[in-house]
């Protein structure tokens, strides 16, 4: 699986080296071309910050530091299941740090991080416009309302359940 997953990041860079070429070298364009990196892969691999150094003839630090400093850059590929905790004022009073806290307990990992097999990421989010429904978490894309920590228990239980019976089935097909 981690073979596979560094092939991946592979395509990925060369998927964007040209990408990233086609803009100027002028170091008021690493804002744009990060945008660009993100969009496309969805996140930005330690490796895509060496070519944007590179193609700017900048640090690489000085590269990375710019992108922590905005909250529009992920650095871990998003999870098959990307689940966005909402920590907007209605649901923070609601306990959305408590709904944060048992998803990082359950999978392992902290917000803004992805489980080693990408199959679960975990980020914050601002407001996303349900609080009457709040606490909140987007899983994907579907909205899951008035979240408890017996809710994120049964959301994991069931992609775990769900993923071994694809498995499964798989290794029916095969053999
Ligand atoms: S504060 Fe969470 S949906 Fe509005």
Do not use: W
């Amino acid at each position: 699986m981690e073979h596979e997953n560094h092939k991946e990041d592979d395509i990925s860079l060369e998927k964007i080296s040209s990408a990233i070429r086609s803009f100027g070298k002028d170091r008021r364009n690493l804002i744009p071309i990060l945008q660009m990196i993100q969009q496309e892969l969805a996140y930005i691999p330690p490796g895509a910050i060496e070519l944007v150094a590179l193609h700017l003839v900048i640090g690489a630090c000085e590269v990375y530091g710019v992108a922590t400093f905005y909250n529009q850059f992920r650095f871990n590929p998003p999870g098959k299941h990307a689940i966005k905790v909402c920590l907007g004022t209605a649901c923070h009073v609601k306990g959305g740090e408590i709904i944060l806290e048992n998803f990082e307990r359950k999978l392992g990992i902290r917000g803004g991080e992805t489980t080693p097999d990408r199959e679960f990421s975990i980020d914050r989010v601002a407001c996303v416009g349900c609080c009457a429904l709040a606490p909140v978490a987007l899983v994907g894309e579907n909205v899951q309302g008035h979240m408890a920590p017996s809710k994120v228990e049964g959301l994991i239980l069931g992609f775990k359940i769900e993923k071994e019976k694809q498995e499964r089935e798989k290794g029916q097909h095969e053999s």
